[in-house]
């Protein structure tokens, strides 16, 4: 996702940003994982013109990060 991101394949990026959101949720409940893929994910949507959608994922990635106590996550996912 990080790679699409850098050559600026943003749907790309957001796809692979969601994929390992999906695997995440299978393989257990870490909050702060879970907290960095939607923060990648929000920014990788504000990079496009779905900003609604990456305020939603920023949302999440807050209250993932608020749970796993993460005081620099909770600061990304505010600054998106």
């Not at 870490?30 to 305020?55: C, F, I, K, M, P």
């Amino acid at each position: 996702a990080i790679e699409a991101l850098d050559n600026l394949a943003w749907e790309q990026a957001a796809g692979w940003y969601r994929s390992a959101l999906d695997q995440s949720e299978l393989a257990d409940d870490d909050a702060a994982r879970t907290a960095r893929l939607l923060v990648g994910l929000g920014r990788t949507l504000n990079s496009t013109d779905t900003g609604l959608e990456a305020r939603a994922h920023l949302r999440a990635a807050f209250a993932a990060a608020k749970q796993a106590d993460d005081l620099d996550l909770m600061i990304a996912a505010a600054v998106g």
